[in-house]
């Protein structure tokens, strides 16, 4: 059985995601895509507190040092949201110890599908990327210098229907739309500080076929 994620744990108030164009239920789940979203409030913490994911061992409590709970629940029906989002495209983890991140995925099963070097701040940077059933899994650290600390979910990207649409309903809520790294794609990222959301977010259109 191949691990994806089923849940992800939010420390933001429901009211911020629906002014940021979110469709939340009444418990504070937002369905996107087959994801469940769990915005539990401020009063929890602040940003991704963690995740729960099937495929993995029963008991499974951490990776790496990231809360992570094994579950068997169905996915997610996926919700209709304001602002087109469809689905997560991909979800971001900071490793601060790349090499022990990769192993501790790769002790649940998880095999990197693509690897890319690069710079953060004039620092060499590199991204390992996973797939996690409907979602993407970008993990980025060091290639030379490994700290302590835990790994942790830093950011959540949405694919939407129509980035202009989006960019539209949202205003001034988000950027201006950009080319994104990926060849074809346009990426726009949400005033996140501004709405009273603590998890960095952008919205991007759809994957397109490169020939």
Request: hydrophobic share 40%.
């Amino acid at each position: 059985m191949s691990v994806s994620v089923v849940e992800i744990l939010v420390a933001d108030p429901p009211a911020a995601w629906r002014d940021a164009g979110f469709a939340v239920d009444e418990d504070g789940g937002c369905r996107i895509g087959t994801v469940l979203v769990r915005l539990v409030g401020r009063d929890a913490g602040k940003g991704i507190m963690g995740w729960s994911l099937s495929g993995v061992p029963a008991g499974l409590g951490d990776i790496d040092g990231l809360p992570t709970t094994a579950s068997d629940a169905l996915p997610a029906e996926p919700g209709e949201h304001p602002n087109g989002v469809t689905l997560i495209d991909h979800v971001v983890l900071l490793a601060p110890d790349l090499g022990r991140t990769v192993a501790a995925l790769a002790a649940i099963g998880l095999d990197p599908r693509r690897e890319r070097d690069g710079e953060l701040g004039g620092a060499p940077m590199r991204q390992v990327f996973y797939r996690m059933g409907e979602v993407i899994l970008e993990v980025v650290g060091s290639p030379d210098n490994a700290t302590d600390g835990p790994a942790s979910l830093w950011g959540l990207t949405h694919t939407v229907a129509d980035i202009d649409v989006t960019s539209a309903f949202l205003g001034e809520r988000t950027g201006p739309v950009k080319d994104a790294v990926q060849p074809g794609r346009r990426i726009t990222t949400l005033r996140t500080r501004e709405l009273g959301m603590s998890v960095r977010t952008a919205l991007i259109s759809p994957h397109v076929r490169v020939s």
